[in-house]
């Protein structure tokens, strides 16, 4: 018996992190940026960056694609997230979703474009977006801050070297908590995952601090066997 045929629309959507202070707290925190749909399904509704994927483009290449258009943002971090396919999920056609995550340093996201129909959010205090794309922040929040400890993405927020301060202050910003300074050196000098430099930040009034950088020799954790390819601008980074 000949099975029916199905038309499924295949898109991606990307949730997109820079750590920006609250508006309320001052601290910093998760923020993505939004785009107002201007059409049907959920039209002024906000919704996370993304699109169709075209016929003879890869999903990395599409994410990247869409990413650039609506936000002017090329990530070094992107990373596969999951496919979300309920059947139920848009109301007017059978649509799948793959959808990346990224991480941006907060100088690169004071260049995104921004306007009436791009803005960035808070990630942990949203409105009601389309389609089930609250859902899939809550996901993706929950993939970066328990990758964040234990694996090199805190390095997309601060750059190649930085202070041990500094990447406690990542951590804390992630998972939304303080962490005790003296326990958190402790830990991370004591876990071989970085490496400290000949170099300190100079200017300040106290003894300088020295900068660190991640030990490349150690494999904490990757995407799998294309987790260091090179996709279109985009880079994926265990």
Do not use: C
């Amino acid at each position: 018996m000949a099975r029916e045929r199905q038309d499924i629309a295949l898109a991606v959507s990307t949730v997109i992190f820079a750590l920006r202070p609250h508006p309320e707290t001052g601290l910093s925190a998760p923020w993505i940026p939004l785009v107002r749909r201007i059409a049907a399904p959920f039209e002024s509704r906000w919704a996370l960056p993304g699109g169709w994927v075209a016929p003879r483009e890869s999903l990395e290449d599409a994410a990247a694609r869409n990413l650039l258009e609506t936000t002017a943002l090329e990530p070094t971090y992107l990373e596969q997230l999951y496919a979300f396919g309920a059947v139920d999920r848009s109301p007017e056609e059978r649509v799948v979703s793959v959808v990346y995550w990224a991480l941006v340093r907060a100088d690169q996201a004071q260049q995104s474009r921004e306007g009436e129909n791009v803005r960035w959010f808070p990630a942990d205090d949203l409105p009601q977006l389309a389609f089930d794309h609250n859902v899939i922040v809550d996901y993706a929040l929950w993939r970066l801050r328990t990758k964040v400890e234990y694996s090199r993405i805190a390095r997309a927020f601060l750059g190649e070297t930085f202070t041990l301060t500094e990447l406690r202050e990542v951590h804390e910003a992630v998972l939304q908590k303080p962490l005790d300074a003296a326990n958190f050196r402790r830990q991370v000098e004591s876990s071989g995952t970085l490496v400290p430099t000949d170099s300190v930040v100079t200017g300040g009034r106290h003894r300088p601090p020295r900068l660190y950088r991640y030990n490349e020799t150690i494999e904490l954790v990757d995407n799998g066997p294309l987790g260091h390819e090179k996709t279109g601008s985009t880079r994926v980074v265990s």
